[in-house]
């Protein structure tokens, strides 16, 4: 089971601009190698910003990371105002 707080910050708040847009790729289901192909980044890169994600959100996988999503009813992309 996993379980974990209503998170109570908004994410935009924890992560850097960079972690931010691969959390985006993450959730719209692109892989490690895509989101490589996509940013202009090494494969490793990519899988130590999600670690760093995970260990900033507190959360252990990228089905945690949308259930981090969801309840905090937080969407991914533009901040808003």
């Given at each position: 089971m996993v379980s974990f707080p209503i998170p109570e910050i908004d994410?935009?708040?924890v992560l850097t601009p960079a972690e931010a847009a691969?959390?985006?790729d993450a959730l719209a289901g692109l892989d490690?190698?895509?989101i490589a192909l996509k940013r202009g980044a090494?494969?490793?890169t990519v899988?130590?910003?999600l670690a760093s994600i995970y260990?900033?959100?507190e959360v252990?996988?990228?089905l945690e990371l949308s259930?981090?999503?969801?309840?905090g009813r937080r969407t991914f992309g533009k901040k808003p105002e």
């Amino acid at each position: 089971m996993v379980s974990f707080p209503i998170p109570e910050i908004d994410w935009r708040d924890v992560l850097t601009p960079a972690e931010a847009a691969v959390a985006e790729d993450a959730l719209a289901g692109l892989d490690n190698t895509q989101i490589a192909l996509k940013r202009g980044a090494a494969v490793r890169t990519v899988a130590n910003q999600l670690a760093s994600i995970y260990r900033k959100l507190e959360v252990r996988s990228r089905l945690e990371l949308s259930l981090y999503a969801l309840a905090g009813r937080r969407t991914f992309g533009k901040k808003p105002e």
